[in-house]
């Protein structure tokens, strides 16, 4: 496997939710942190985040990123044709029960502050950070630019004003996946917008503020209500240890 400095600015970001087996997760996460950071960082991508699903105690969330989508194909082609997965990747996939759940994105203009330095990683066996992550993901028409403007130019802008400013607001990324050993999610148009705070109680406070800005009650909130085809999905998530994202 070819040593490569982690990409610090990913215009490409995998947001993967794996579905697994009962009990199995923390199992998952101790190989994954032991086995899959630096590794998979050595080929050229860098691993932004893990995460416990507050809500699905079977559930793991992580958030990797690339370059651009060649060199996307280059260091998955890279990680899992090589030693390391051959070693340790059966029992990782013995843990779970679906990996297919990956929504390709890209940083929206609206930004994307990601914690990007690996040396800001803790090592294993340090304590768990405290803090609380939310990524809410709305969901507009394909090919719709006013729905994913009215989340970026519209309701983004008073998050920064009434909270903690979101740390990354990404959206769909179109281009055809370039690694199909590994499948994505297709034929959606997604907004996701992550924040950190210190605890849940933060984040409640947040949305509530947000939710009384006359702004978005008035405007914003009825505007995506007419634009949106789903019901947003909000992710409840817990920073492992060693996620760069806290």
């Known amino acids: 496997m070819s040593r490569t400095e982690p990409v610090r600015r990913p215009t490409v970001i995998e947001l993967r939710q794996y579905t697994l087996r009962p009990g199995c997760r923390d199992e998952l996460i101790e190989l994954f ?25 079977d559930r793991f969330v992580w958030l990797r990123g690339f370059t651009d989508m060649e060199a996307r194909r280059e260091a998955l082609s890279a990680f899992y044709d090589g030693p390391v997965w051959a070693a340790h990747g059966p029992r ?21 502050v990601f914690p990007r330095d690996p040396s800001r990683r803790r090592e294993a066996g340090a304590e768990a950070p405290e803090r609380f992550v939310a990524a809410a993901l709305w969901y507009v028409p394909p ?17 920064r004003r009434t909270g903690p400013a979101p740390f990354a607001v990404l959206t769909t990324e179109p281009a055809t996946n370039t690694f199909p050993r590994l499948p994505v999610r297709t034929g959606e148009n997604v907004v996701v917008v992550l924040t950190s705070y210190p605890d849940e109680d933060a984040h409640r406070r947040h949305l509530a503020d947000t939710a009384a ?34």
């Open 33 to 57: 942190e032991r086995e899959f950071v630096e590794t998979q960082e050595e080929t050229g991508m860098i691993v932004l985040g893990q995460f416990r699903d507050l809500d699905h105690p």
């Open 92 to 112: 990782a996939n013995a843990t779970m029960v679906d990996s297919d759940n990956v929504l390709l994105l890209r940083p929206s203009p609206a930004g994307c």
């Open 143 to 159: 090919g719709s630019h006013d729905g994913s403007a009215l989340i970026q130019d519209g309701l983004v802008p008073v998050l």
């Open 213 to 246: 800005h006359p702004l978005v009650r008035n405007e914003i909130l009825p505007a995506v209500e007419r634009a949106r085809i789903a019901a947003p999905q909000l992710l409840r998530l817990a920073p492992t240890v060693r996620s760069l994202i806290r």
